[in-house]
């Protein structure tokens, strides 16, 4: 747990509200453990039965670093309360209030001490009309800010989240669903100025039938969400953006001889505001998507599969999903990409450890006013090997050419190569994987990408080893500056009571700026398409030990996460490093807790010195069961 300055300290007391409702409920528990021997479970009235049990610690810390420096005796806890009233298919809740942890990371010290309460109720679930409520509001606590495929950067903040969710399921009757989701926060980077503040609301409406045969669905949504950011991780000014969009549609499906048809229809709109002044833009957008498809089995060997599509704006679609989570539109262009394709795809099963694969792919593009067609096809086979030498390998390998209306474009192939296997004592596993000319999403671009992977495990005796590795690369670029890649690995060793481990990840790519981290985006619009993106490159890497001996616990770890980001302004670099330490000594329902954290996280765009916390903490905490 984070051991508080003095002006933290103070924030806290101004939330005295969640601080004394759970002080007064750990006073409570307290008396009802004195006062009376615990039972199974309690009954008020006659028809609400609950469960109670949490635990309560106590104890000192102090901290010191750029914030301040404060110290003294610290009171803390979590309960959890379930029960039901008249019965659990009626009306079934459950509250978890905490004070002064991390729900995070609750074993050990952690940046931040966390305040808030978690609570659900089920209603009405043994009838025609269910429903779920869920509310969460945590304060100070500790997070990440994104960085795609590795550790991003350590966030403190508040935020509160509302779920509702209500169906009505009449017998003979269309299904309704309704979903409402409303979550909000404010979130600050150690190491930087300026907070972030977020606000979003979202609502769902589905509904389904079936009559005569056929499978019909509809569907209706909206969300809305407004944010703030500083700009502190590129060097700008402050973003002020907000967007909305709408979606609305339906399907329909029914069995065909031999095999199933479906269509489905959807229509969206978007709408973006935001105010920088490097790249001030406000923009809007609509897309009606229609795609239908059909799947048969001609034989007991042969299955085919056909499907046609159509989008009027298919970078709208794209655009879309970005500003609904928060982010900027970041194409500079709002001219409609509208775009219509087939697909058919063949197998072909000449036994149960072989088969083959066509396919056959055509799609007409209209992007910036330019008119392009694009056709490929392609086949492949696949067989799974059952040798002794090979146990356990499994491969898919094809190829493919691509062609347009200037000619062909090239030929590309595609492999996928599995092994997984035990022997001597050894678990194996690998993969790799290669795609080329797959890319469909605006046409059928000239693009590839691989993929590989790997684990193993042994064990010596009473020495259990293990390692792992993974990464994803672009291959060739359709245009240069559009290549991402991501690697990680990690290993492990254990020894009776001792354990050690280490990992490490590093990625790199094009992404959008949105509250929440960075949101990575496909590479078939690198510049000048883009405006407002940004290309990052992150490494992060730590380690731990820990010994393990009767009812001592002792471990430490150190992790250190470092981000450099590439803006129109130019190039900033982050850093992050901790340092945790803890022991813990168990007698009964007693524990005893120690620890020691330090925390560095520097902000490169900000100007300002590196944020240091250097916190310990020694204290007590029992269990209890209350009822």
């Not at 508040?158 to 409402?180: E, G, K, M, R, Y």
């Not at 100025?193 to 509904?207: D, Q, R, V």
Request: aromatic share 14%; glycine share 14%.
């Amino acid at each position: 747990m984070k051991r508080r300055t003095s002006s933290a300290r103070e924030t806290r007391d101004r939330r005295s509200p969640a601080a004394w409702i759970f002080a007064a409920g750990c006073a409570v528990a307290v008396l009802l453990i004195v006062s009376h021997p615990a039972a199974a479970q309690v009954t008020v009235g006659e028809d609400v039965k609950m469960n109670l049990a949490g635990d309560l610690s106590a104890g000192y810390n102090g901290s010191y670093g750029t914030q301040g420096s404060g110290h003294g005796f610290t009171l803390g806890g979590n309960a959890s309360l379930n029960g039901f009233y008249y019965n659990p298919q009626f009306i079934n809740f459950q509250v978890e209030p905490y004070y002064n942890r991390s729900q995070a990371n609750s074993a050990f010290q952690s940046i931040t001490d966390s305040s808030g309460v978690i609570a659900s109720a089920s209603l009405f679930s043994g009838s025609h009309f269910p429903g779920t409520v869920s509310f969460q509001k945590t304060y100070d606590s500790t997070g990440q800010f994104g960085v795609p495929g590795t550790t991003g950067l350590t966030t403190s903040g508040s935020q509160q989240a509302l779920t509702l969710n209500w169906s009505a399921l009449i017998p003979d009757w269309p299904t309704l669903q309704v979903l409402f989701i409303a979550n909000g926060g404010n979130v600050s980077i150690p190491g930087a100025k300026g907070e972030s503040h977020t606000n979003s609301k979202t609502i769902g409406l589905n509904s389904s039938y079936r009559v005569r045969g056929f499978q019909l669905s509809g569907h209706y949504g909206h969300g809305w969400n407004h944010s703030e950011s500083p700009g502190f991780l590129v060097g700008e000014e402050g973003t002020d953006s907000g967007g909305g969009s709408n979606y609305f549609g339906g399907s329909v499906g029914h069995a065909i001889p031999k095999g199933y048809w479906s269509l489905q229809a959807t229509h969206s709109n978007f709408e973006s505001d935001s105010r920088n002044p490097a790249f001030a833009d406000s923009s809007s957008g609509s897309n009606t998507a229609l795609n239908t498809s059909a799947s048969f089995h001609l034989m007991p060997r042969l299955g085919l599969g056909v499907d046609a599509d159509y989008q009027t704006n298919a970078l709208g679609a794209l655009e879309q999903q970005i500003v609904e989570a928060g982010g900027s539109n970041p194409f500079r262009y709002a001219q409609d990409g509208h775009s219509y394709g087939v697909h058919a795809t063949a197998q072909y099963s000449f036994s149960h450890w072989i088969y083959a694969t066509g396919s056959f792919s055509h799609r007409e593009l209209t992007f910036l006013g330019q008119h392009n067609s694009y056709t490929q096809y392609g086949g492949g086979i696949s067989t799974n090997f059952s040798k002794t030498l090979l146990r356990g390998l499994t491969f898919f390998v094809g190829a493919n050419d691509t062609a347009s209306k200037e000619g062909n474009d090239g030929a590309g192939m595609f492999a996928n190569v599995n092994y997984d296997r035990r022997f001597s004592g050894w678990d194996v596993s690998s993969s790799f994987n290669y795609s080329q000319s797959v890319q469909t999403l605006f046409g059928i671009y000239t693009t590839s990408s691989y993929g590989y992977g790997g684990g193993v495990k042994r064990k010596f005796g009473e020495l259990h080893w293990g390692a792992g590795f993974g990464g994803q690369h672009s291959g060739l670029e359709r245009l240069a500056g559009s290549s991402s890649h991501s690697e990680s690995g990690s290993t492990f060793l254990q020894f009776r009571r001792f354990n050690v481990n280490a990992t490490y990840s590093q990625s790199s790519g094009i992404s959008v700026l949105t509250p929440q981290g960075l949101v990575s985006i496909p590479t078939i619009a690198p510049p000048p398409v883009l405006a407002n993106f940004l290309l990052y490159d992150g490494r992060g890497y730590g380690g731990g030990v820990g010994v393990f001996y009767k009812r001592l616990t002792m471990n430490a770890s150190y992790n250190r996460a470092i981000s450099g980001l590439t803006a129109p302004s130019g190039l900033t670099a982050n850093g992050s490093t901790t340092y945790n330490a803890r022991l813990q000594y168990r007698v009964r329902k007693m524990y005893f807790d120690a620890g020691f954290t330090r925390f560095q996280q520097s902000i490169g765009a900000s100007g300002s010195p590196p944020a240091v916390l250097n916190s310990f903490y020694a204290g007590f905490s029992r269990w209890f069961n209350v009822f």
